[in-house]
């Protein structure tokens, strides 16, 4: 499964852009939603398995987020990864030598850690078995909890730092459905504490209102 549905992301696509104003983007993201009845499509097919439905979805919330940031190469590097002026994220990946310790980085260079770090994890047919007869690790929620949480941090500085863009683009119905599956299918099964999705907590509010 994760060897055919994951994909690869060229060095060449890495993300240059300067930062924009947030709350303007956030209301703006808020009149463009997809209207999709997504609550429905979250919720787990009967005789589906649990495990199963959790990889399906990263793997496909992490290619969308691939190809959507993807598209912002043209625009200037944001020196800092963050979400608005009081979240801001430092990379750390206890395999890695160069970035044991909570590391500061550009938007860019943290996001292509993050995107190659999630596409390693699928990769691991250990972790996300290709075969139907394998069977998941035990700890298998928690890892993909932990893949969930990072991504959401795109999503969050896209939001308060790309939407003009997404939207000069017209990218922003692509980028809110997206995000408003994201959101309905972590919320459906508390996979990510609502403490880290804070950066965009009014969007949140919005989305989860119409549901």
Not at 19 to 46: D, I, Y
Request: net charge negative; with cysteine; proline share 6%.
């Amino acid at each position: 499964m994760a060897s055919l549905l994951g994909i690869s992301r060229p060095s060449s696509l890495l993300p240059k852009r300067a930062a924009a104003e947030p709350s303007r983007n956030l209301k703006l993201a808020e009149s463009t939603l997809g209207s999709g009845n997504l609550s429905v499509a979250v919720r787990l097919p009967e005789g589906e398995r649990f495990e199963e439905w959790l990889a399906v979805h990263t793997v496909d919330f992490f290619n969308h987020l691939n190809i959507l940031y993807g598209t912002l190469t043209e625009f200037r590097e944001c020196p800092v990864m963050c979400a608005g002026p009081r979240f801001e994220y430092h990379w750390q990946d206890s395999n890695s030598v160069k970035y044991r310790r909570s590391t500061r980085l550009s938007a860019p260079d943290y996001i292509d850690c993050l995107l190659n770090w999630t596409q390693a994890h699928i990769d691991d047919e250990s972790l996300f078995p290709v075969e139907p007869s394998m069977p998941f690790p035990r700890n298998f929620v928690d890892r993909v909890k932990a893949i969930l949480r990072r991504l959401f941090r795109i999503y969050a500085h896209m939001y308060n730092h790309h939407f003009a863009q997404v939207c000069a683009l017209h990218l922003e119905v692509h980028l809110n459905t997206s995000y408003r599956h994201f959101l309905l299918f972590v919320t459906e099964y508390n996979l990510v504490d609502p403490k880290e999705m804070a950066p965009l907590a009014e969007l949140n509010d919005a989305l989860l209102e119409e549901n």
